[in-house]
């Protein structure tokens, strides 16, 4: 028997296949993809044309930076030494020592550079407690940048407490004031965003970069510190100092940090004070009992390669501070200093 | 009834997944995007306090203009000239006064600390600096993590000493630092006048105590300035009450050296998670050892723990060795380890974590295993379950 068709209304809609009772026609779901793609991309383009890629300015009408500068020096000669060693106690004498030996003074500043020189002058205490810059050393830098014929020296720094306290307790103001240099305190205005390129950690991040405005040299002094976080206090966790806002968010990731703060300034030249150590406690310290005399000063041009020789200091290797590969594997410096010619000097004859 | 479903066309699969492909692609890249650490984002998230708050916001006004109760004793101290206001801080600020030191103290469960700067009559500057831990062993730890060595015991509390130019001390969850800026007999002088000043202005703890289990009795080392008073034998606790021990009062005396007494509230012997251990350093005829005691709140913890750290160890160069059958009874489980030229011995007993821990001989560290044990043996016959 012949199968009988169903009855249609007429204008009715053709019947669908049997399973397949919902199913759009061909026709049907074309117009619904067009539809929906249009919606896509309508919604994709309008976020892509509202996407601001750079985020709100830290400061309105700035821009973000991506350092602070290179203010490195070349060495006169292939030959000459970028890390020297000094032993005694008298940093002025150590520091002139050492710094004839790079070259003179004359090779890192010319006439009429703006010097900056980063200290470190974190908490406000003495210089007996060896917890920041020597004022010794600090004045006897300021004195020689002058009389190569730097036209200003500018000293200044970060510091976690009151920073009139600190610059003054520790007796840094009073060498400033002495040598001729200028404190440049870390007034807000002087902080800008800056996003390192490649950086993981400093991105937007308030700096002392207005500390850096006009500046044709930058030498870093530190104190040579035992640090309860970062294992020492040296050079490159000096540059610590630099950041503004609240920092020790960084302390959960100190190696990596440290690491960045090298890529964030070259400098000219960095003297580490290890005259006065301190052993333990660090990097605040508080007791004469957590110093000892360590008789030595390094300056070098790479701050890789002066911090892996104070270490020693310490009675430690470059192996326990992991944020001395990280720089050097970021082209900071070198741990290993044997391409820098360095020379180890004595100020002071040796006993007997 | 179920309806029927459609089978989807291959077209209509392809452009289907080609939907979801481009969802995975989008939930990917926000996923990546909002992984990324920007420090930036997550400071405007929880913007700074105001920190090192000033007297101007009240006497004792402190963070986020909270009193704190660590300043109140630096507003009245006799004898000396305020040359600061107080200032205070919380767990969130305290690396903005002590920097990198403040994982020391944050590992001892900080709870504030104040401080001010004083003149003293002979003119020298001190900074005095008050931190409240949660209890007083944890004072105790950040005190004996930064104890000078060689430094001068007090008469003014237990664990007080003073180095060239400066005092240390605790009272009860209290630790307090006062550095002076000079370092000369006149100066140290004034400086534990100043001292005994704020010892009897901080609270003694008693209520706390009062309300805490009651200790064990148990010797007191009679070697070492740091020993503190050894509670009465009558401060047995009732049977129904957990005791705690204070294990600082089990260390054997002979061969103790002075000032070596430590607790270490967090990752112990480089051990990262094995915390509140307490340390003391030996000197033995056979050499040199470091004893360890950790109390812990069920035989099976101490237990764990020792098991953990033994393999701590075997993973950095240690392997097991046979304890000697003439060494001392120590209880079952006791594992020997033996590295070059350093032996350590691990077990418990209930639920005290016991060792000697880097002996410089097997001698030494049998010897110091046996007194250790002996003294722990006799006080813990006490213990309650």
């Not at chain 2, 209880?331 to 350590?344: F, K, N, Q, R, T």
């Amino acid at each position: 028997m012949t199968p009988v068709p169903p009855r249609i209304p007429p204008g009715a809609p053709a019947p669908r296949d049997i399973g397949a009772p919902d199913s759009p026609s061909r026709r049907q779901f074309l117009r619904r993809l067009a539809v929906a793609s249009a919606l896509a991309a309508t919604a994709g383009g309008l976020g892509l044309a509202l996407r601001d890629p750079h985020g709100p300015q830290a400061v309105p009408g700035g821009r973000v930076l991506t350092g602070l500068g290179d203010f490195s020096v070349a060495p006169k000669t292939p030959t000459t030494p970028r890390l020297a060693t000094v032993h005694g106690t008298d940093r002025r004498a150590m520091f002139n020592q050492g710094i004839n030996a790079l070259g003179g003074m004359e090779a890192f500043i010319r006439r009429g550079d703006v010097v900056l020189i980063k200290v470190n002058a974190v908490i406000a205490a003495p210089p007996l407690l060896a917890a920041t810059t020597n004022p010794e050393l600090l004045a006897a830098v300021a004195e020689a940048c002058k009389l190569a014929g730097a036209a200003k020296v500018l000293v200044t720094d970060n510091p976690i407490h009151n920073p009139d306290s600190c610059f003054a307790v520790s007796g840094l103001a009073g060498a400033a004031r002495q040598s001729g240099a200028a404190i440049l305190m870390p007034r807000q205005a002087l902080f800008s965003p800056v996003s390192l390129p490649k950086a993981a950690l400093l991105t937007d991040w308030p700096v002392l970069a207005g500390a850096f405005a006009g500046v044709t040299k930058c030498i870093i002094l530190s104190q040579v510190k035992n640090h309860q976080r970062a294992v020492a206090s040296l050079t490159l966790k000096n540059l610590y100092g630099l950041l503004g806002g609240r920092r020790n968010i960084f302390h959960q990731d100190i190696n990596g940090i440290i690491a960045e703060l090298g890529r964030l300034v070259r400098p000219s030249l960095c003297v580490l004070d290890g005259v006065v150590s301190m052993m333990t406690n660090g990097p605040t310290g508080g007791s004469l009992s957590d110093l000892k005399a360590t008789g030595t000063m390094i300056l070098s041009t790479d701050p890789v390669a002066a911090d892996a020789q104070g270490i020693g200091l310490l009675n430690l290797t470059p192996a326990d501070l992991p944020y001395l590969a990280l720089a050097q594997a970021a082209g900071v410096g070198s741990i290993d200093a044997t391409s820098l010619n360095p020379v180890t000097l004595n100020v002071e004859p040796a006993a007997g | 009834m179920v309806k029927a479903r459609g089978v989807p066309g291959s077209g209509q699969r392809r452009a289907a997944l080609t939907v979801l492909a481009c969802l995975a692609a989008v939930a990917c890249w926000l996923g990546l995007t909002q992984s990324r650490f920007n420090p930036a984002v997550l400071v405007a998230l929880s913007p700074p306090q105001l920190t090192g708050s000033m007297a101007a916001a009240g006497p004792t006004q402190g963070v986020q203009g909270r009193a704190l109760a660590t300043a109140a004793p630096l507003e009245a101290l006799p004898d000396v000239t305020p040359a600061s206001p107080v200032e205070s801080y919380d767990p969130a600020t305290l690396s903005d006064r002590i920097d990198g030191k403040a994982e020391l103290y944050l590992a001892a469960n900080f709870k504030e600390m104040s401080c001010r700067a004083f003149i003293l009559p002979n003119g020298a500057h001190v900074d005095a600096s008050v931190y409240a831990q949660a209890a007083p062993k944890d004072a105790f730890a950040v005190l004996s993590a930064q104890r000078r060595p060689g430094s001068r015991p007090l008469p003014l509390a237990p664990d007080a000493y003073a180095t060239e130019n400066a005092l240390y001390f605790t009272r009860a969850n209290h630790y307090v630092e006062l550095v002076a800026d000079r370092a000369d007999a006149a100066t140290m002088a004034d400086l534990e006048r100043l001292a005994a000043s704020l010892y009897a202005a901080l609270p003694d703890g008693a209520a706390a105590v009062a309300a805490s289990p009651t200790q064990t009795p148990a010797p007191m080392p009679a070697a070492g300035p740091a020993a503190p008073p050894a509670p009465g034998p009558t401060a047995v606790a009732a049977p129904a009450v957990p005791t705690v021990v204070d294990e600082k009062t089990l260390f054997p005396t002979a061969g103790l050296t002075a000032d070596s007494l430590r607790l270490a509230a967090a990752d112990a012997m480089g051990m990262a998670g094995f915390s509140n251990v307490y340390t003391a350093e030996y000197v033995l005829a056979d050499g040199s050892a470091t004893a360890l005691l950790a109390w812990r709140d069920a035989p099976a913890t101490a237990t764990a723990e020792a098991r953990a750290f033994a393999d701590f160890l075997t993973q950095n160069g240690y392997a097991a060795a046979p304890l000697p059958p003439n060494g001392p009874p120590l209880p079952a489980g006791a594992v020997l380890l033996v590295a070059d030229g350093s032996y350590e011995i691990l077990w418990t007993r209930g639920r005290m974590l016991a060792g000697v821990h880097d002996a410089t001989s097997r001698q030494a560290a049998l010897e110091l295993a046996r007194e250790l044990d002996a003294g722990l043996a006799k006080a813990l016959a006490q213990e309650t379950p």
